[in-house]
């Protein structure tokens, strides 16, 4: 089992560029998450998925949408990169249930120049 | 609102000493769940502990120790006899009862940088 992969591990952008992060998990999770982490400042949650089919905003959503590819995939796009999306990435997912934790993925590295 | 404060920012010991981090916690819920997780410096992000509200049994793993006050809205982390490879930032964060999709969701403190020097 390879848990949560994400691609790429590091980016680099130039303001205004678009780019899509791609998350993968193969625990058979039905909930997954997409959250920065900036420094000083935790993770903050941007969007989730609770189950296929279905995406909501979490606290910092602006600048972001996401896609739930399937029960396996969930992708977070930039459509116009922003300095202040610089940024590491961490995408999470969560068994069914209300006690289970998340397990991260390695993060992505995004700078935006 | 749901808050995690961890007022530690930075903490530095000397190898073999023990060290508390400090989280506090506020929820509006009842029936509320506690996570610590571990950030070393390779970045990944590593689940130690899960506590429900119900229960407030302190826990033993190895060096580490968890105390869950709920009078307190508390629940700190102690490593005993520190080790270099201890050094990460730790991670306290809550999760709330929610409803339908939000079921899960965590409310991450900043973050206690701890470093254990030889």
């Known amino acids: 089992n390879a848990g949560v992969t994400q691609t790429p591990k590091f980016q680099v952008l130039k303001t205004g560029q678009s780019m899509t992060l791609q998350c993968a998990q193969d625990?058979?999770?039905?909930?997954m998450y997409w959250y920065r982490q900036d420094p000083g400042m935790g993770l903050r949650l941007i969007y989730y998925?609770?189950?296929?089919?279905?995406?909501d905003k979490g606290e910092v959503p602006n600048g972001y949408n996401v896609s739930r590819l399937n029960k396996r995939e969930f992708s977070l796009r930039l459509e116009s990169a922003a300095p202040s999306q610089t940024s590491v990435y961490f995408c999470?997912?969560?068994?069914?249930?209300?006690?289970?934790?998340?397990?991260f993925g390695p993060g992505t590295r995004l700078t935006v120049l | 609102a749901q808050k995690v404060t961890q007022a530690q920012t930075e903490i530095s010991v000397v190898e073999k000493e023990d060290v508390t981090l400090d989280c506090v916690y506020e929820?509006?819920?009842?029936?509320?769940?506690l996570f610590w997780y571990k950030q070393p410096p390779s970045g990944e992000l590593v689940f130690l502990i899960r506590?429900?509200?119900?229960?407030?049994q302190n826990e033993i793993s190895g060096r580490y120790s968890w105390n869950f006050q709920k009078s307190t809205s508390s629940f700190n982390f102690t490593i005993t006899a520190s080790q270099v490879v201890d050094s990460a930032v730790y991670f306290c964060?809550?999760?709330?009862?929610?409803?339908?999709?939000?079921?899960?969701?965590?409310?991450f403190g900043k973050g206690t940088k701890l470093s254990v020097k030889p």
């Open positions: 625990m058979n999770h039905n909930s």
């Open positions: 998925s609770a189950s296929e089919g279905t995406t």
């Open positions: 999470a997912s969560r068994a069914r249930g209300r006690v289970s934790e998340q397990f």
């Open positions: 929820t509006r819920d009842t029936t509320y769940y």
């Open positions: 964060a809550l999760s709330e009862e929610g409803y339908g999709g939000s079921q899960g969701n965590l409310i």
């Open positions: 506590r429900n509200s119900f229960d407030e």
